[in-house]
């Protein structure tokens, strides 16, 4: 969704080193969420955040941390990278109920070498 | 943990053939979604079911939720070379919104 804008795109970086990846969005969603993509995987849940003042751990969160800097906008970060940090990660939002579909931004491909 | 699974985890068909992916939990759920992811690009929500033994339709597409809760498959009559991607239920358990691993599929014209 166009309304869902992830920075980067691609990042290349090397190990040890901190990384942001940014998310916003226009939808004027209460609920975002982050995952990580790897092949045969599928999409597994680090952080999700109901609203600015709520932030809450998903299955693999160790590693990361987050940041809910205002409704629109829930960043990422890798406070010091490894290479098997190396995914495909999502950001996604919902409305404010339970059992909201879930609509994705674009991705941000990270390689750690 | 909660845990979904889908299976095939990939699945290879002619165009025009059908196709059928299977999620399976082990707990009963409250609602399942489907999510396509094509190529390159992001999962994309197509369908949410929530009422036991619901069937819904969307063109080609057919989605089913199990008697009892616990499954769910779609089913995709006479594909084609538009449905290749991978096919995702996930499941939003309130606290926690899970992804099962996904079906592959892919349409050889």
């Known amino acids: 969704d166009a309304d869902v804008t992830q920075t980067p795109r691609n990042r290349i970086t090397k190990t040890g080193k901190r990384i942001m990846l940014e998310c916003s969005q226009t939808?004027?969603?209460?609920?975002m969420y982050w995952y990580r993509q790897d092949p045969g995987l599928g999409l597994r849940l680090i952080y999700y955040?109901?609203?600015?003042?709520?932030?809450n751990k998903g299955e693999i969160s160790d590693g990361y941390s987050v940041s809910r800097q205002a409704q629109a906008k829930f960043s990422l970060s890798l406070e010091s990278a490894i290479p098997n940090q190396t995914a495909l990660y999502f950001c996604?939002?919902?409305?404010?109920?339970?059992?909201?579909?879930?609509?994705f931004g674009d991705g941000t491909r990270l390689s750690i070498l | 943990g909660q845990q979904v699974m889908q299976i095939p985890q990939y699945q290879h068909v002619q165009e025009g053939e059908d196709f059928t992916t299977y999620c399976n939990s082990s707990?009963?759920?409250?609602?399942i979604q489907w999510y396509k992811q094509r190529p390159g690009g992001h999962p994309v929500f197509l369908i949410q079911l929530v009422k036991s033994g619901e069937v819904k339709k969307q063109k080609r597409l057919t989605f089913q939720f199990g008697e009892a809760k616990k499954n769910s498959s779609l089913h995709i009559t006479a594909t084609q070379t538009t449905d290749v991607g991978t096919y995702f239920c996930?499941?939003?358990?309130?606290?926690?919104?899970?992804f099962g691993p996904g079906t592959r599929l892919s349409v050889l014209p």
């Open positions: 996930a499941v939003d358990y309130g606290q926690n919104f899970v």
């Open positions: 955040s109901f609203d600015v003042k709520d932030i």
């Open positions: 996604a939002t919902s409305d404010w109920t339970d059992n909201q579909p879930q609509h």
């Open positions: 939808k004027g969603h209460d609920r």
């Open positions: 707990t009963t759920l409250s609602n």
